[in-house]
């Protein structure tokens, strides 16, 4: 398979424990620990990939020793941006635009990834490709989120593609993390620009934004019955397979 680059820009933050500042998540430790072991795993993820990544990490006013900690887990080679409060989401699409790539990752702290996850996830745009042989472009969010099962409202038909051993069905919803095509931003860039700047004063802002994007079908939202990457939110978003990955990095 030809290598394809793939421009990744982190949000981080650990001086709120969420949007709200309150809840409480199913892993017991600090925001920072969250950030700093999920970054462990991206990182993991980053380096088994067989393509080219651009990192750039977008921080929200996080501690020096948190700042710190984030460099020696990265090392050299990826761009540091301090973004201000509440203002990742701005710098990571000013950032993303820019980019000469032919896929884009945008990714909260919070995100758990398996070692093969950019890999997977790319193998798998690829393969669908190939397999539909259509105009249409394709994209993934790595999470199986149990929203989108708790109920009959929640629920919308899917078309399930098996590849190799694993299931992976149709979506239409998103949180801010997904790996999309880089043409997002030319034939969406209005939708782009409007998460990214609503994003400060409401949080779910995605059904007003990306999930448009997705719902139109140009770009295909697809999503793994097995997840790749696990969201450490509140127990609502809690799924099996997540502490063993946590045990190893932490």
């Known amino acids: 398979m030809q290598r394809k680059i793939i421009a990744i ?36 993820a980053i380096d088994k990939c067989n393509h080219d990544v651009r990192l750039s990490v977008h921080d929200d006013t996080s501690s020096q020793e948190t700042i710190d900690q984030i460099h020696n887990i ?9 973004s201000g409060k509440r203002n990742n989401f701005v710098t990571q699409y000013d950032w993303l635009k820019k980019q000469e ?15 093969n996850s950019l ?22 969010f790595p999470f199986n989120n149990p929203h989108r099962y708790v109920s009959v409202q929640s629920i919308y038909p899917s078309i399930i593609i098996k590849k190799d051993c ?15 095509p880089r043409l997002i931003f030319d034939v969406y860039d209005n939708i782009m620009q409007k998460q990214a700047y609503e994003w ?6 995605e059904d007003k934004t990306i999930n448009n994007v997705w719902q139109e079908q140009y770009i295909r939202l697809m999503t793994p019955l097995n997840s790749l990457v696990y969201h450490l939110a509140d127990s609502s978003q809690e799924v099996e397979g997540w502490k063993e990955i946590w045990d190893y990095y932490k």
């Open 119 to 140: 890999n997977e996830m790319i193998d798998f745009i690829q393969y669908m490709k190939s397999f539909v042989n259509d105009d249409h472009e394709y994209a993934v």
């Open 74 to 82: 990265l090392g050299p080679g990826f761009e540091f941006i301090n």
């Open 101 to 115: 790539c032919d896929y884009i990752y945008m990714v909260e702290d919070d995100y758990l990834h398996k070692e």
């Open 9 to 44: 820009a982190l949000r981080t933050c650990d001086s709120s424990f969420s949007f709200w500042d309150e809840g409480t998540r199913f892993v017991d430790a600090s925001k920072s620990e969250i950030t700093l072991t999920c970054l462990k795993s991206l990182k993991a």
């Open 166 to 180: 694993e299931y992976w069905r149709s979506s239409f919803h998103s949180t801010h993390t997904f790996l999309a």
């Open 200 to 205: 400060a004063f409401n949080a779910s802002v």
